[in-house]
């Protein structure tokens, strides 16, 4: 049987701002089976000046965020192609999802900064970007998207579970993919170490020297989202809006209060694990280093949770959006109605 073989370049910028995440990725496609060769992968760590900038880029009025929405796509296209030089790569093509400033699914809106066009402009190479907004008009969540190359290249696994800014799972269900957003995850943790002038709680060390505020958890674990079924997802806004005014009201130590969220995400996270009987689960994202969540994981649902090497903790999600977009340039499904509750499967991203 004739195998066939696609090269695609993935960037990814998520919600934790720590960077981009480039990976060049080899895919090859046998029957009815996908594998892939990791090749190249790095994260370019972001300046203070563009984590700003990113971080505010919903304050923007209209005229100054499609000027923004290009100048980041052209230092997202000058990124990649320093990447795709120094390292002699010939990709079919470049993957990018961007980096998500609005995400309100309920009102048709999921916006994802960095123009694909200026990525082509630089690059000179075929470009695919804005892998949302084509399902949130058919109805969908626009998210999350990783769950096909769950599913496609990670069957092996009962279930993926990304600990990224927001924790989110992926798994089969009678036949079905289903998938959805958990929590919050990495993006309070950060920005309530943030206090202390960190950046982030290394292995967790801080959250574990902490103690549980029982009122605290009570209220995180009562908030409305958790009553609500699949699909749904979350996003900067409503941890914005609803999280964060909430631990604000708190007025103990920084350790007792990412001990307690921490508690909160691995009780959410452990809950669905049960609900569903998952047992080989996949963990990766920046979470995946937090020692001290990973044991609260565990002891809520024990021994299930496999922790991926270092290369599929830091770059998956980036791998697998490379996937979607030779998935897209093959006009093929990239986007499950299962997952997100769109009117039906979709190809989702533009090409430029």
Same mark, same amino acid.
């Given at each position: 049987?004739?195998?066939?073989?696609?090269?695609?370049?993935?960037?990814?910028?998520?919600?934790?701002?720590?960077?981009?995440?480039?990976?060049?990725?080899?895919?090859?496609?046998?029957?009815? %089976?996908?594998?892939? %060769?990791?090749?190249?992968?790095? /994260? !370019?760590?972001?300046?203070?000046?563009?984590?700003?900038?990113?971080?505010?880029?919903?304050?923007?009025?209209?005229?100054?965020? @499609?000027?923004?929405?290009? #100048?980041?796509?052209?230092?997202?296209?000058?990124?990649?192609?320093?990447?795709?030089?120094?390292?002699?790569?010939?990709?079919?093509?470049?993957? $990018?999802?961007?980096? %998500?400033?609005?995400?309100?699914? $309920?009102?048709?809106?999921?916006?994802?900064?960095?123009?694909?066009?200026?990525?082509?402009?630089? %690059?000179?190479?075929?470009?695919?970007?804005?892998? +949302?907004? &084509?399902?949130?008009?058919?109805?969908?969540?626009?998210?999350?998207?990783?769950?096909?190359?769950? +599913?496609?290249?990670? *069957?092996?696994?009962?279930?993926? &579970?990304?600990?990224?800014?927001?924790?989110?799972?992926?798994?089969?269900?009678?036949?079905?993919?289903?998938?959805?957003?958990? $929590?919050?995850?990495?993006?309070?943790?950060?920005?309530?170490?943030?206090? !202390?002038?960190?950046?982030?709680?290394?292995?967790?060390?801080?959250? +574990?020297?902490?103690?549980?505020?029982?009122?605290?958890?009570? #209220?995180?674990?009562? !908030? $409305?989202?958790?009553? !609500? *079924?699949?699909?749904?997802?979350?996003? +900067?806004?409503?941890?914005?809006?609803?999280? @964060?005014?909430?631990?604000?009201?708190?007025?103990?130590?920084?350790?007792?209060?990412?001990?307690?969220?921490? #508690?909160? @995400?691995?009780?959410?996270?452990?809950?669905?694990?049960?609900?569903?009987?998952?047992?080989?689960?996949?963990?990766?994202?920046?979470?995946?280093?937090?020692?001290?969540?990973?044991?609260?994981?565990?002891?809520? *649902?024990?021994?299930?949770?496999?922790?991926?090497?270092? *290369? &599929?903790?830091?770059?998956?999600?980036?791998?697998?959006?490379?996937?979607?977009?030779?998935?897209?340039?093959?006009?093929?499904?990239? /986007?499950?109605?299962?997952?997100?509750?769109?009117?039906?499967?979709?190809?989702?991203?533009?090409?430029?």
């Amino acid at each position: 049987m004739d195998i066939q073989e696609y090269k695609w370049v993935g960037l990814m910028s998520g919600t934790s701002l720590d960077g981009l995440d480039m990976v060049y990725v080899e895919f090859q496609h046998k029957g009815e %089976t996908w594998d892939y %060769t990791l090749g190249p992968c790095q /994260t !370019l760590p972001y300046s203070s000046d563009l984590v700003y900038k990113l971080e505010n880029a919903h304050l923007l009025d209209g005229k100054n965020l @499609i000027s923004w929405h290009l #100048e980041y796509g052209k230092i997202l296209g000058k990124m990649a192609d320093r990447f795709i030089k120094t390292h002699q790569l010939a990709p079919d093509g470049i993957a $990018s999802h961007g980096h %998500t400033i609005f995400h309100q699914p $309920s009102e048709g809106i999921s916006f994802q900064l960095g123009h694909g066009a200026a990525i082509h402009a630089i %690059t000179g190479i075929k470009t695919i970007s804005d892998f +949302r907004t &084509l399902d949130v008009m058919l109805g969908g969540q626009g998210a999350p998207l990783v769950p096909v190359g769950d +599913r496609m290249l990670f *069957s092996n696994y009962d279930a993926c &579970l990304n600990l990224g800014g927001i924790s989110n799972i992926s798994f089969e269900y009678h036949g079905q993919t289903i998938a959805f957003d958990i $929590s919050p995850c990495n993006m309070v943790l950060n920005k309530i170490i943030h206090s !202390l002038n960190m950046s982030y709680d290394d292995k967790g060390q801080v959250a +574990r020297s902490g103690r549980l505020i029982p009122e605290l958890l009570d #209220e995180l674990n009562r !908030l $409305s989202y958790y009553t !609500l *079924s699949p699909p749904k997802s979350l996003g +900067r806004e409503w941890v914005e809006e609803t999280v @964060i005014p909430l631990i604000n009201k708190y007025n103990n130590t920084v350790a007792d209060i990412l001990h307690t969220v921490c #508690e909160h @995400i691995a009780s959410k996270i452990a809950k669905i694990i049960n609900q569903y009987n998952l047992h080989h689960i996949l963990v990766t994202g920046g979470g995946a280093y937090h020692d001290f969540l990973l044991e609260l994981l565990d002891k809520h *649902s024990p021994n299930r949770i496999e922790k991926g090497a270092n *290369s &599929l903790i830091d770059f998956k999600e980036a791998i697998v959006f490379a996937f979607l977009g030779m998935l897209k340039s093959l006009d093929m499904e990239n /986007t499950y109605q299962s997952v997100t509750g769109a009117k039906r499967n979709s190809s989702g991203g533009m090409i430029c």
